[in-house]
């Protein structure tokens, strides 16, 4: 299970997309890669979510961002932008003085988790694992919602949301329901950075 780190400041407003991985790792065929910043990697009708991680496996040429097959590591995922139904990039990654790219490799990823079936979702907030719960959110109140069609909760922050905490470091975890099924998205020592809000005049 994954352990997730988040960074939020007090006193601010964001949306927070968590992309939501199933366990079946999948592969999309690489047909060209571009020695560009950021490398664009070619892989006809890829199928792949924007924002989601790939890592690129057995590329001839173009080795340096190849994957070791027997040995992966959630590590050698990158965050990818989708350029077209063919055309993916890996934004911060430049490829301009790599090896010219010459034939095949794959883009593995994780096949985007089916969440059509779920109705509820819930995050608890605290200072250790088996502590006292700080703060919640959850799909009742509108600070969690299920975005089924893009595999991803997305955490709705305003300035009240965390009003009752103070800057430093809480674990949390998040659950989806399914009737009384519950999926936990991450660990239950999934950290949240809580930094101070320095600009507070009016």
């Given at each position: ?146 975005d089924a069609p893009n ?52």
């Open positions: 299970m994954k352990t997730l780190s988040l960074s939020l400041r007090l006193g601010a407003t964001a949306d927070i997309p968590i992309r939501v991985e199933s366990d079946e790792l999948t592969f999309a065929p690489i047909t060209a890669m571009t020695k560009a910043a950021p490398v664009h990697i070619t892989s006809t009708g890829h199928g792949i979510p924007d924002g989601w991680r790939a890592a690129v496996f057995n590329a001839g040429g173009m080795t340096e961002l190849n994957t070791p097959w027997n040995a992966i590591r959630d590590s050698d995922f990158r965050r990818l932008a989708v350029i077209d139904a063919n055309t993916i990039a890996f934004p911060g990654v430049t490829s301009a003085g790599f090896r010219t790219y010459t034939s095949g490799g794959e883009l593995a990823y994780y096949a985007p988790k089916d969440l059509s079936g779920y109705t509820a979702a819930r995050m608890d907030i605290k200072r250790a694992v088996g502590g006292t719960v700080l703060a919640s959110l959850n799909t009742t109140d509108g600070t969690i919602e299920i595999s991803a909760v997305w955490l709705h922050i305003t300035p009240t949301t965390l009003a009752t905490l103070t800057a430093g470091d809480y674990v949390f975890d998040i659950e989806l329901i399914d009737g009384t099924d519950v999926l936990a998205l991450c660990s239950a020592d999934s950290v949240l950075h809580l930094l101070p809000e320095v600009t507070t005049s009016t």
